[in-house]
């Protein structure tokens, strides 16, 4: 049984940083498409940060140079490092991975909807 765990979540001041962090089990990540998402209130689950099994990552234009999305093989565990955040990061984060066939393991093509697996999520909150 797939099991993603995250943590790391809570409330900082626009311009600080937080590290998301997802822990797995019944599933190597480093086989699969691995993501991170981010739900707002209000709004559509979109893929801000995805690495592949090659470990090639892609990031969504809203987060670039800021957040870094990497894989501990030896502990199963997948991070989000985000920094300089700003309010408009506020959202329910998710840990998600193994893109269904036909979807590009990218965050600009990726849909919530292709992903098999997925974490009960951690609340960021950004306040100006």
């Known amino acids: 049984q797939v099991q993603l765990v995250e943590s790391g979540g809570g409330s900082v001041q626009a311009g600080g940083s937080l590290r998301l962090s997802c822990a797995a089990s019944g599933v190597t990540l480093s086989r699969y498409c691995m993501g991170w998402f981010r739900q707002a209130p209000g709004k559509e689950r979109e893929a801000v940060a995805v690495i592949a099994s090659d470990g090639s990552t892609s990031y969504a234009d809203s987060v670039k140079g800021r957040f870094t999305i990497s894989q501990d093989n030896a502990k199963n565990t997948l991070h989000l490092q985000m920094n300089s955040l700003i309010p408009e990061d506020t959202g329910e984060y998710y840990c998600?991975?193994?893109?269904?066939?036909?979807?590009?393991?990218?965050?600009?093509?990726?849909?919530?909807?292709?992903?098999?697996?997925w974490g009960k999520g951690t609340l960021v909150t950004i306040s100006s």
């Open positions: 998600a991975g193994g893109v269904r066939p036909g979807y590009v393991c990218r965050a600009y093509a990726v849909k919530w909807y292709a992903m098999n697996y």
